[in-house]
C-alpha cells in the first residue's frame, strides 16, 4: 500500500510539473488571474499567500507559477515602480543585515515571491549568520527561477513569465551567474510587450525573451484581454 502511494504521488508531481512546462501565457495567464480571486480556487490568492510565508521552499511550480499570477492582480502590484527598492535588495550584501531583514519583512507582506527580495533575505541571512533561514530563502530564490524557466522555453513564441522587470537579468546574473551583455525590449507576434536579454556562457551569447506584458498597466495588452472577457 505505501508503495501504491508513493507511486500515486510521483505521478502527481510529475503532471504538475509537466502543466508548468506547458504553460500558455495567453491560455493560462488570464485563467490563473481569475482564479487568484476565487474563494473556492486552490489558485486563491490569499491561501497561496499565507501558505508560501509558512513553507514557501516546498511549493510546487505549479502552486509557485498560481502565486505569481495571483501577485500581479493584487491592487499592490507596480512592476516597473518597485525597480528601485527591488536592486536594493539585490545589493543586500552591502547593506547591515539586520537593516534589510526589516524592510524586507515589510516587503515580504506586499509580494512574498519578489525574486529580488528572497535573494535579498537569502544574503542578509547569511551575513547575520543564520544559516537555517539562509537555506530558506536560497530555497525559495531558487524554486522562483525553476518556476520561471518551466514557464516557457525563452523563445518569442514562449517567452519565460516574470512579474518584475528586473527578473530576467537577476536569473541570468544570480541565478545563472553569467554576464549580461544586452539588455532590450520589443513586442512578439501576439503583440505581448517583452524584456530581451542577451548574456554571455563560454565564448557564445545567447538571447532570451521574457514576458512582462501584464507588469505595463494600462498599455498591457493582457490586461485590456481580461477586462475584456469580464464585460462580457
Known amino acids: ?23 500558455d501565457y495567453s491560455r493560462d495567464f488570464p ?12 489558485s486563491f ?4 499567500k499565507a501558505r508560501f510565508l509558512k513553507e ?10 498560481a502565486l505569481l499570477v495571483g501577485q500581479t492582480a493584487q491592487k499592490t502590484y507596480n512592476a516597473y515602480g518597485m525597480v528601485g527598492l527591488e536592486s536594493t535588495f539585490l545589493g543586500a550584501e552591502r547593506f547591515p543585515a539586520d537593516t ?8 515580504q507582506d506586499l509580494n512574498p515571491v519578489s525574486l ?3 535573494f535579498g533575505l537569502w544574503k542578509a541571512y547569511e551575513k547575520a549568520n543564520n544559516p537555517e533561514f539562509a537555506t530558506v ?7 522562483i527561477c525553476e518556476t520561471i524557466l518551466a514557464s516557457g522555453n525563452g523563445s518569442p513564441a514562449r517567452p519565460y513569465l516574470v512579474i518584475s522587470p528586473v527578473d530576467g537579468s537577476v536569473l541570468i546574473s544570480k541565478y545563472w551567474q553569467e554576464t549580461l551583455t544586452k539588455m532590450g525590449s520589443g513586442e512578439n507576434e501576439a503583440g505581448y510587450f517583452l524584456d530581451i536579454l542577451t ?3 563560454g565564448n557564445e551569447e545567447k538571447t532570451l525573451h521574457f514576458v512582462i506584458d501584464h507588469g505595463m498597466g494600462g498599455l498591457s495588452k493582457m490586461m485590456q484581454q481580461i477586462v475584456q472577457s469580464q464585460s462580457k
Open 45 to 48: 490568492y490569499p491561501s497561496l
Open 100 to 107: 534589510v531583514l526589516k524592510y524586507g519583512k515589510l516587503v
Open 1 to 23: 500500500m505505501k508503495k501504491l502511494i508513493s507511486f500515486l504521488l510521483i505521478c502527481l508531481v510529475g503532471l504538475g510539473n509537466g502543466f508548468a512546462q506547458d504553460f
Open 56 to 65: 514557501g521552499e516546498h511549493f510546487s511550480k505549479v502552486e509557485l507559477l
Open 199 to 201: 548574456y554571455k556562457k
Open 137 to 143: 530563502y536560497k530555497k525559495r530564490f531558487d524554486l
Open 116 to 118: 529580488s527580495l528572497n
Open 31 to 42: 485563467r490563473l488571474f481569475q482564479e487568484s480571486k476565487a474563494e473556492n480556487s486552490p
